[in-house]
């Protein structure tokens, strides 16, 4: 377990050491955990190019590999991801120690035992070479599951769940030059991604299998548990295409009447099938408002939106990133020929 190899490590790295008792594993001692000045994210401050590249897909778009990278180490189960910069990706991901065990029927409003592990937040460099590994969960704590990710330029936003449907999450945030997960509010269900509206200061976060959205003020007081946040609004997805996973923030375009958009990708499960999918998505609605069908497998048959994924522009073209397997993970990243 690479969490048996913290050690005094902490002490030689060039970015901020963390406090708050937070374990984690350091790697590459000499090398930052994120390039300063902090860069901003692609997916939006390319958005105005995303989103006119993005309305040109249809179920006919062929994609092109471009690039395809292999992650250093285990990854447990990647849930979001984050490139910042060309030479940093950050992934969440989910370590299970006990798994869930479905019950015969429904207990306490969910289906299935609590389970146990750890959320990580892992760093890794350009070519996938791992540079720091945190576990930003506590031990033996409920909310071990953390989803898709989405960064704002300053902050990583994240959520901490318990694994299984209608239980609870806490919506946290991060810098990623020290990995300690700050708590900004408690939800009274489970939480499976976070978005940052930059532009209004909202937060959207998804719950189990993304039916519903919640909408937070994002400089909500974080309320000491028991006590849970109210949302300011909650929207039911009319969309049964996919279950979002990890979705990023686009912002507020000509093109959609300046509404707040953001990229969400994922998949579903229908009649012994696994289909996977992109959308643009209305922020306050979550209705899609463009939406395409990704047929594209992984080496090792995984659906290519299965778990995180990213997107920014290079060299004037859309591109998307994606790290669809489990434990041994690999980068695909793909361009619409």
């Given at each position: ?9 902490l ?5 901020p050491?963390?406090?708050?008792g ?18 901003l994210?692609?997916a939006?401050?390319?958005?105005k190019q ?9 179920r ?5 590999l ?9 990854t447990?189960?990647?849930e ?7 030479d ?6 989910g370590?299970y ?5 479905k ?6 409003g969910?289906d299935?035992t ?7 937040m892992?760093i890794?460099?350009g ?9 930003i ?6 909310e071990?599951h953390?989803g ?7 902050y ?11 239980t ?9 030059d ?6 900004i509010l ?5 939480q499976?991604?976070a ?7 909202a937060?959207v976060?998804l719950?189990?299998?993304s039916?519903?959205?919640?909408i937070?003020n994002?400089?909500d ?9 109210q949302?300011?609004a ?6 049964s295409?996919?279950?979002?996973q990890?979705?990023?923030?686009l ?23 696994r289909?996977g999918?992109?959308?643009i ?6 209705v899609?408002l ?5 047929t594209?497998v992984?080496?090792?048959?995984a ?6 994924m ?19 993970s ?5 361009e619409?020929?």
């Amino acid at each position: 377990m690479l969490r048996a190899l913290t050690v005094l490590s902490l002490l030689f790295s060039k970015s901020p050491q963390p406090s708050g008792g937070l374990n984690i594993t350091i790697l590459q001692p000499d090398v930052p955990f994120v390039p300063h000045p902090h860069p901003l994210p692609g997916a939006a401050s390319d958005s105005k190019q995303i989103i006119r590249q993005f309305a040109e897909l249809d179920r006919s778009t062929k994609w092109k590999l471009v690039d395809k990278v292999q992650f250093e180490g285990d990854t447990y189960e990647p849930e979001g991801i984050v490139r910042i910069g060309n030479d940093r990706y950050f992934v969440s991901a989910g370590e299970y120690i006990v798994p869930t065990v479905k019950y015969n029927g429904t207990i306490n409003g969910t289906d299935r035992t609590a389970g146990e592990g750890f959320a990580h937040m892992i760093i890794f460099d350009g070519k996938g070479k791992r540079i720091a590994d945190a576990s930003i969960s506590q031990a033996k704590s409920l909310e071990y599951h953390n989803g898709g990710i989405d960064y704002d330029g300053t902050y990583i936003w994240a959520t901490l769940s318990q694994y299984r449907p209608n239980t609870t999450g806490t919506l946290v945030r991060m810098r990623p030059d020290t990995l300690v997960p700050e708590p900004i509010l408690s939800v009274a269900d489970h939480q499976g991604g976070a978005v940052h509206d930059t532009k209004s200061g909202a937060v959207v976060t998804l719950n189990w299998g993304s039916r519903k959205t919640s909408i937070w003020n994002g400089h909500d007081k974080h309320l000491a548990p028991p006590k849970f946040t109210q949302p300011r609004a909650v929207v039911r997805n009319p969309s049964s295409f996919i279950d979002y996973q990890d979705c990023k923030f686009l912002g507020r375009y000509e093109l959609y009447e300046t509404r707040p958009v953001m990229l969400c990708s994922g998949v579903a499960d229908l009649a012994n099938t696994r289909i996977g999918g992109i959308a643009i998505v209305d922020m306050e609605t979550m209705v899609p408002l463009h939406e395409v069908p990704v047929t594209l497998v992984s080496e090792h048959g995984a659906a290519m939106t299965k778990n995180p994924m990213d997107v920014a522009v290079v060299d004037g073209k859309m591109r998307l990133f994606f790290l669809p397997d489990e434990r041994n993970s690999t980068l695909y990243v793909y361009e619409a020929v």
